[in-house]
């Protein structure tokens, strides 16, 4: 069992309000290597992907985002050698 925090389950009361805990999981197998290089790509994506789509008077991304910041990981991935 890993520690990536794609295997953490967090706990919250029965509001939803407040968190309580956290516990790990090994429900699903994963390559904590390419997690690792993956998540090192995400700051770079989220500012070329704001600069791609700009940003609304509340300072958040437009829309678009989602897409921009998909197609730039992928991108990224591919131009690192993170993915083939």
Do not use: W
Request: charged share 35%.
């Amino acid at each position: 069992m890993c520690e990536c925090r794609e295997g953490i389950i967090e706990k919250y009361d029965d509001d939803g309000d407040k968190k309580i805990g956290e516990e790990s999981t090994n429900l699903f197998v994963h390559d904590c290597g390419y997690i690792r290089l993956r998540n090192a790509l995400i700051p770079k994506a989220e500012r070329l992907a704001i600069q791609a789509v700009g940003l609304d008077d509340k300072g958040k991304p437009n829309s678009g985002f989602s897409r921009a910041f998909t197609g730039i990981m992928n991108e990224l991935a591919r131009e690192s050698g993170v993915c083939k």
